[in-house]
């Protein structure tokens, strides 16, 4: 995955009722992402640089360690 990951730290202020999206201090939108499973290992679907793909969860992680 090589694209720049965003430093911001962010505060969730409110959850929108009966969804999955969360709202943040600034505005934003999020929703949690859930896992798709093949072969037992997790694969999270991602749009990076305007495609989805689909990225391992260990990779996700690496990177977003790295930033």
């Known amino acids: 995955m090589n694209t720049k990951m965003n430093k911001t730290k962010v505060s969730i202020v409110a959850s929108i009722k009966d969804t999955t999206y969360f709202v943040s201090k600034d505005g934003r939108v999020f929703r949690e992402l859930k896992p798709t499973v093949i072969q037992e290992r997790h694969y ?15 990779q996700l992680i690496e990177d977003a360690s790295n930033v």
């Open 44 to 58: 999270y679907n991602v749009v990076v640089d305007g495609v989805l793909r689909r990225v391992p969860k260990n």
